[in-house]
């Protein structure tokens, strides 16, 4: 069952579906989301022309310059949109 929702506010949106459903989605809008609020980020050295890269000692995503040594890509797909 495919559901539309259109609405003109600014506040969330609850769905549920059928009469005493037990799971219900809850949609609301988000603007301005930073990386820096992501809880398994971790900016605080950055600077112009760092990049992203996962760390599995910490488990979070850590700002640093890409070195030629330390870094080796065979392909980047970017996908389809």
């Known amino acids: ?3 539309t ?3 003109n ?3 969330g949106i609850s769905v ?3 009469a ?3 799971g219900s989605i809850t949609v609301t809008k988000s603007t301005g989301g930073k990386l820096q609020s992501l809880a398994d980020v971790n900016t605080t050295n950055l600077e112009d022309g760092y990049t992203i890269i996962y760390d599995t000692t910490t488990n979070k995503w850590v700002s640093q310059a890409i070195s030629l040594g330390a870094v080796s890509v065979t392909s980047v797909d970017g996908g389809t949109y």
């Open 20 to 22: 005493g459903a037990t």
């Open 16 to 18: 549920a579906q059928g």
């Open 1 to 3: 069952m495919a559901v």
């Open 9 to 11: 506010t600014n506040t």
């Open 5 to 7: 929702v259109k609405t």
